[in-house]
Structure formats: C-alpha cells, structure tokens
C-alpha cells in the first residue's frame, strides 16, 4: 500500500456486518469450515479473539498451546483501545478494496509506519 501519512484510518467493525446466525461477539461471521477444524471470520477486536477461542478450544483444548491464526488483511491494520483499525487509501474507505500486489513485506513495512502516523494524529488532537 505505501505512503501511510496519506492513508485515512477505517473502523472494521459497522453496523450489519454480522450476516451469519449465532453471532460471537466482537468476532464478526465467526464459522467452521465444514469437515475440518478450520475457522473463519471478520476481523476481531480483542475480545472477540478470546470469545473465539473459547468457542474453538472449550473446555478440552489448551488456549495456551499452539494455534495458528492467518490474517489475509492487504491493508495495515492495528487495535485502538481493543478494536480492529486498517490502513485505507482515502478514496476506498468504507467499501471493498482490492489494492493489487500487496506482500508480506510491504505490510511488515506499513504497519508500524502507519502505527506511527495514527500516534501522531491522536497526539496533534489532544490524545495522551
């Protein structure tokens, strides 16, 4: 994506993103891939995360062993008091946006950038 001072801060969470029946909360459209212990959803806030994995791991699984979690965000994304913000170009905010070639490492590039920029926005608006 590149140039985060230009990019526009999006909320992942709206209003009617839950389209899927037996919602878990903060964990948007959380389902099972039929057939396999393969899980799928939104992005979660942070507490949402844990409500999914209690669902996964209940009772039986250890939360503390190994799980691997994929992200398949092109757009750098980041929590704000526990919520799930991403990297946006200000013209695909609230819309699906297909950015092209995105890679591993242009994303391990804007992500702290552009964790810098949204500190330095919070900081120039009054935040501590």
């Given amino acids: 994506m590149g140039e985060m ?3 526009s801060a999006m909320a992942d969470h709206f209003e009617g993103i839950q389209k899927l029946k037996d919602p878990i909360a903060g964990c948007p459209n959380f389902r099972r891939v039929p057939g396999y212990k393969v899980y799928v959803c939104g992005q979660p806030t942070v507490s949402g995360l844990e409500a ?8 039986i699984y250890p939360k503390d ?3 691997i979690w994929f992200n398949l965000r092109q757009e750098p994304s980041l929590y704000v008091n526990g919520e799930p913000v991403c990297a ?3 013209n ?4 699906y946006a297909e950015l ?6 242009q994303n ?3 992500e702290p950038e552009f964790l810098t920029v949204c500190q330095g926005r919070a900081s120039a608006n009054g935040a501590s």
Wanted: charged share 35%; hydrophobic share 25%.
């Fill in 88 to 90: 946006r170009p200000p």
């Fill in 108 to 110: 391990k590039k804007d």
């Fill in 5 to 7: 001072q230009n990019a």
């Fill in 52 to 59: 999914a994995l209690t669902k996964v791991c209940g009772d």
């Fill in 65 to 67: 062993g190994k799980i």
């Fill in 100 to 105: 092209g070639n995105i890679t591993r490492d």
């Fill in 92 to 95: 695909k905010i609230g819309e």
